[in-house]
């Protein structure tokens, strides 16, 4: 599969990043042979966020989630209540097995020739089975299961996966970025796994592709002034305590652009400089709320009293995790490639889950005023991303360059998340650092190429 | 003494009957095994089935998931 770029001609991979300009070839977003080969080397080896445990809270729930372009079945057995992954697609002739986005299953039953799956993916009957002029004796059902993950992971509430069982462990996959998504996965107060998401959650269907969300809408500061302007001038964020109550004692913090060059994880980032928490400041619509969210603060700062806490971004997140998560406020976003120029991007919404329904009522309005249909900041960005497919793909246009060289050079190694490239909060760090990794995946025969990073010999291309 | 319950599987009305078909119902296999159905996924082929006796001794108190044209007749449970 690594060579299939080379039949366009003369160009390498490499030779589509400028590292020294700070540009990137507009073929890696428009050309379909180098999306074919992203799906192989990158979706097939990542670890991939599919979603959250509390959208299967009961034996035999499932949803349906996906892993590049393909549908995987997330379930809950009925048995022994664990969670698993597989293809959607029957052994048989590769029919879907389940073609809900969501339920509540015994089993999964083929409607083509009846092949069916129990809840941990084993075939358990085909259609005349029984019958002495079928299979008899030709179908081992313990080998023709579901085609299972290589490997799945429940971090924290977060449900991962990869093809790849040679992948390295999820940690490790996250390197210093562990404690920055633990951190996101808590409670207000500070519990692990604290949040619940709300079902069903959002998708939007982008026509473009999957990395002019999934590259450039984390870190992406520049972009707000312009891109949400008539949104801020709606007031939509005054319930977010965006000037009004300051904090009366400023909190010590660094806010970054930060891409770790090695792994490719990166975003905005907030250093904390002291134990503790910063005082809660928001203002919501709602009676009572605010009443909730103070008080969580102060335990969480009972809690932290002597640690400081992890990196994380803004507004408790605002990072993603290489190649296609985005995690910020109580939000994890994902994007999906379905085509060179189609994605599909999903957002699942989270609130404590120990919350009061009147707080859990207000979060869901506040996450569909923001992310709905109807809702302002997102239709915002979509309408940049879809239109940077048709106006980057023409036979002109895709030979010029995307600028990436904001910032270029200016960052610098900080000991606080080791390896991990710091620059200036609007500089393109984080979207230089994907690109770094982008390419280490693209080269890469196998995970023995990816990890351990080479230090050494730096994968920074910049 | 109440009648035992009988369901026609057979004919295109059969076809509800199967997929609705409540768990304790006993089903007679063309094999002639006997069992009761303990879940139903309501998929239409399929049904979850405890069996009782079964020509394969090894199978009788075992859980399997019994195709729609394995099946003889239905009856009783309620």
Redesign the interface.
């Known amino acids: 599969m690594a060579n299939l770029v080379r039949a366009l001609g003369d160009y390498s991979l490499a030779s589509y990043i400028d590292g020294e300009n700070g540009t990137v070839s507009r073929e890696l977003y428009v050309n379909s042979e180098i999306f074919e080969q992203e799906m192989e080397q990158i979706f097939q080896r990542c670890w991939l966020f599919l979603g959250h445990e509390s959208q299967l809270p009961n034996p035999g729930d499932f949803i349906i989630s996906r892993m590049g372009t393909e549908e995987v079945i997330v379930v809950r057995d009925r048995k022994d209540h664990k969670i698993r992954a597989f293809l959607n697609s029957c052994r048989h002739r590769g029919m879907k097995v389940c073609r809900y986005d969501e339920g509540n299953n015994l089993v999964f039953t083929c409607p083509y020739h009846a092949w069916t799956y129990d809840t941990k993916g084993k075939l358990v009957g085909a259609g005349f089975y029984n019958h002495p002029g079928a299979y008899t004796d030709t179908l081992p059902k313990e080998d023709w299961g579901l085609l299972e993950v290589g490997q799945f992971t429940n971090f924290y509430g977060s449900l991962w996966a990869t093809w790849d069982p040679k992948a390295p462990s999820f940690e490790d996959y996250l390197g210093p970025f562990t404690h920055s998504l633990r951190h996101c996965l808590q409670s207000s107060d500070g519990e692990d796994n604290g949040l619940e998401f709300f079902r069903p959650f959002q998708r939007h269907r982008l026509p473009t592709n999957w990395k002019v969300p999934g590259f450039t809408s984390v870190t992406d500061l520049t972009h707000t002034a312009m891109t949400h302007r008539s949104a801020q001038a709606a007031g939509l964020h005054q319930d977010q305590g965006q000037g009004k109550d300051k904090p009366t004692k400023p909190f010590p913090q660094e806010k970054y652009a930060i891409g770790d060059h090695l792994l490719g994880h990166g975003g905005m980032c907030t250093f904390y400089n002291e134990p503790g928490v910063p005082e809660y400041t928001n203002e919501w619509f709602e009676p009572g709320v605010d009443d909730y969210f103070r008080e969580a603060t102060e335990r969480k700062g009972s809690k932290l009293i002597d640690q400081i806490m992890a990196p994380h971004g803004w507004g408790g997140g605002h990072f993603a995790i290489f190649p296609a998560v985005m995690i910020d406020s109580w939000r994890l976003r994902w994007y999906h490639p379905h085509e060179t120029g189609m994605t599909e991007r999903w957002t699942l919404s989270g609130v404590d889950k120990n919350a009061p329904k009147a707080v859990k009522d207000a979060v869901r309005h506040y996450s569909e005023r923001f992310n709905g249909p109807v809702g302002f900041f997102e239709s915002d960005d979509m309408e940049n991303w879809n239109y940077v497919w048709p106006a980057s793909r023409g036979a002109r246009a895709r030979k010029a360059n995307y600028f990436y060289a904001n910032g270029l050079g200016h960052g610098v190694y900080d000991d606080r998340l080791p390896g991990v490239v710091v620059n200036g909060s609007y500089t393109e760090e984080a979207q230089r650092a994907r690109f770094s990794r982008w390419l280490a995946f693209m080269q890469a025969r196998s995970w023995d190429d990816l990890y351990p990073v080479n230090k050494s010999k730096t994968d920074r291309i910049w | 003494m109440a009648e035992t319950q009988k369901y026609e599987l057979g004919g295109q009305g059969g076809i509800a009957v199967w997929t609705n078909l409540p768990e304790g119902v006993t089903l007679t296999l063309l ?1 002639g095994a006997v069992g009761t159905v303990v ?3 309501h ?1 239409g ?2 049904l ?1 089935v405890e069996f009782h006796e079964h020509p394969d001794a090894s199978k009788v108190g075992e859980e ?4 729609f ?2 099946v003889k007749s239905a009856e009783g449970g309620e």
């Open positions: 094999n879940a139903n996924p998929d082929g399929y979850l399997e998931y019994v195709f044209n394995e």
